[in-house]
């Protein structure tokens, strides 16, 4: 029933969001819904059936408009604050974590934890391991700390929509390579890995920064069609978010990022085989602050850009 969720959001697009107006767009839904069901068991395509069932139900804003007039009625007319509304929307539409996620993220950072303690001790000749063996546990802590990030991503909340499996496994991927790559040189300083295995964490460091990166400037608004409405409603300031509006600008930073980075890790390594290693991650601190610079000055124009559009 995608087609009705995606019908019933642009219908109720604008409309001033209250616990009322979700009690009555909750309704329309189980009845859309049950008429669509109605029209595919005889013949209909699911879009085609959503799409007919939402055009016999007629105007839906005349469908708000007298409901909010039967609330006004019963209430005396006294309008909401800006900051109640926002709050009776947020108790309207709290969502409870599923059990098997909280148990999942607890179980996730119990083992990521546990494998850093080890790798820890065995760093500090408590007891032996061979580098392979704290090599793997570091990768298996990093995962999980990935997991965390992108399961915690992946659920519905009260404010956003559930963010895709593929986008959701892309920042776990992300966050994984960057924790491996602060994990190994934090081990080499504590002397469980030979000073090569900087180049390996310069480079996790590298590609998952460069993910970070991409999700971020590709990233769609998530947040539910209640959340949309309260925020334009209730929005103040002048600020000009260029990469909402100018998808090019937002590759552009893409590039601009790949290229920074990839400059970082080469001078990373130059400056590691001649200078030396500790030094030579100053390199990503100058980076990253190339990086933000590069993004302050495209992200946001000036309120005069934004009048000359």
């Not at 804003?61 to 909010?68: E, G, I, K």
């Not at 704290?134 to 909340?157: D, I, N, P």
């Not at 929509?161 to 992300?174: F, N, Q, V």
Request: aromatic fraction near 8%; proline fraction near 4%; hydrophobic fraction near 55%.
């Amino acid at each position: 029933m995608t087609t009705v969720h995606r019908l019933l959001d642009d219908a109720f697009a604008g409309v001033e969001p209250s616990p009322e107006v979700q009690d009555l767009k909750e309704e329309i839904r189980a009845n859309l819904e049950a008429r669509a069901a109605e029209l595919q068991a005889g013949g209909a395509s699911p879009d085609h059936a959503a799409r007919r069932a939402f055009d016999e139900l007629g105007d839906v804003r005349a469908l708000v408009a007298d409901a909010q007039a039967d609330v006004a009625a019963e209430t005396g007319g006294a309008p909401r604050t800006p900051m109640q509304e926002a709050f009776a929307a947020a108790q309207q539409h709290r969502v409870r974590p599923r059990p098997r996620f909280v148990l999942g993220i607890v179980l996730a950072s119990l083992v990521f934890a546990a494998l850093v303690a080890v790798c820890v001790l065995a760093a500090l000749d408590v007891f032996a391991l061979p580098a392979l063996v704290v090599a793997a546990l570091l990768l298996t802590a990093s995962s999980a700390a990935g997991f965390v990030v992108g399961s915690s991503l992946s659920q519905e909340t009260s404010t956003n929509h559930p963010m895709p499996s593929s986008r959701a496994g892309g920042y776990y991927l992300a966050t994984g390579l960057t924790v491996l790559a602060l994990l190994l040189a934090v081990f080499v300083l504590l002397g469980a890995f030979d000073p090569w295995m900087y180049v390996v964490a310069g480079a996790a460091l590298v590609v998952g920064g460069v993910l970070f990166t991409m999700l971020g400037v590709t990233q769609t608004n998530r947040k539910k069609a209640w959340v949309r409405d309260v925020a334009r409603a209730h929005a103040s300031g002048h600020h000009f978010d260029r990469f909402d509006h100018d998808p090019a600008a937002a590759a552009r930073f893409g590039v601009y990022t790949v290229v920074i980075w990839l400059a970082a890790f080469v001078v990373f390594v130059v400056l590691g085989l001649t200078v030396g290693w500790a030094w030579s991650w100053l390199t990503f601190v100058v980076a990253l602050a190339v990086m933000m610079l590069v993004l302050a000055r495209m992200l946001f124009r000036s309120t005069e850009e934004q009048q000359k559009q």
